[in-house]
């Protein structure tokens, strides 16, 4: 019997799941759900962020690691939004990159 991944099982929308998309909790769960949420939906951004910046400089996870003086693990770890990494993490990665770390703030549209 075939197993079906969660990237291929329907939603109950009957649109196709993306797989390690984290899913807003329903708004009776309460303000620990919600912040659970988006300390999740944080970690994968910032882990989106340095996949791209690690790609476009052409590096390798073990390369980046050795770099920034951590693991391959660790830079894997974060990359898939699974650790909210400190800042001072995210300068060594920059710099690491031949990058410079930028940290913004946007108004949110109304």
């Not at 984290?22 to 939906?41: H, I, K, L, Q």
């Not at 052409?58 to 003086?69: I, P, T």
Request: aromatic share 2%; glycine share 8%; net charge positive.
């Amino acid at each position: 019997m075939a197993r079906r991944t969660t990237a291929t099982r329907p939603t109950k929308a009957g649109k196709p799941r993306v797989a390690g998309a984290v899913r807003r909790p329903a708004p009776g769960r309460g303000p620990d759900a919600f912040a659970r949420y988006e300390r999740t939906r944080t970690s994968i951004m910032v882990g989106s962020a340095v996949r791209a910046a690690r790609r476009r400089a052409g590096v390798s996870q073990s390369e980046l690691a050795e770099r920034a003086g951590t693991s391959q693990p660790s830079i894997a770890r974060l990359e898939k939004g699974q650790v909210s990494p400190t800042v001072i993490t995210l300068d060594r990665i920059a710099r690491a990159l031949g990058t410079d770390l930028v940290i913004d703030f946007e108004p949110q549209p109304r």
